[in-house]
């Protein structure tokens, strides 16, 4: 039978646990601060760029294809970005964000399906985005964790994108894309 006092002796073990986790999230990040180019976002968004990926099952199998066409526009230091989507299936979606720099590394971002603000940070060529998704809306059990990683690739006009989607903690698919920025 488990106790209170059981469960408050062993609460030290579970914080240390949470605390070493913690510091390894953050730790990927700093693996890229020394490589270049350096990526900003607001600025690789600004003008036109087209993607084309797939979304992946939780185990990493094709699940549909995915291209995308943007448009970003820098207005008074925000990225207005629209983005239009096509899937596989046929289905299309339409997509605007507001992207603002908050210092040399730091990010916010608001848009379309976006629970919240976003929040994200660079390093190097390498850019981590977090926020939640309305992956169904009008269902509150449809919003969704969405991580996403962009690695700015040596010629500047190629990112590379990969997101994984999660609830309550537990991966329930991903996606890679490959953006071009349009010259």
């Known amino acids: 039978m488990v106790t209170m006092c059981t469960i408050l002796n062993k609460l030290p073990v579970f914080l240390s646990s949470l605390a070493l986790l913690n510091g390894f999230a953050s730790a990927p990040l700093a693996l890229f601060e020394n490589q270049k180019p350096l990526l900003d976002p607001v600025n690789f968004f600004a003008g036109h760029t087209h993607s084309w990926g797939l979304f992946e099952t939780r185990s990493g199998q094709p699940k549909e294809l995915l ?12 990225l207005h970005f629209e983005q239009d989507l096509v899937f596989g299936s046929g289905k299309k979606q339409h997509r605007s964000w507001l992207i603002r720099r908050v210092d040399a590394s730091h ?9 919240g603000t976003a929040h994200g940070v660079t390093s190097g060529n390498a850019f981590h985005l977090t926020f ?9 059990l449809g919003h ?11 010629d500047g006009v190629t990112l590379i994108n990969r997101d994984s989607l999660t609830k309550v903690g537990v991966t329930v698919a991903y996606i890679s894309e490959h953006f071009q920025k349009d010259r």
Do not use: E, H, R
């Open 107 to 115: 990010y916010t971002a608001t848009g379309t399906g976006i629970i």
């Open 144 to 154: 969704l964790q969405m991580s996403q990683w962009m690695y700015l690739q040596p």
């Open 132 to 140: 939640t998704i309305d992956a169904f809306p009008g269902n509150p």
């Open 67 to 78: 291209t995308t066409t943007t448009d970003g526009k820098l207005i008074d230091g925000v």
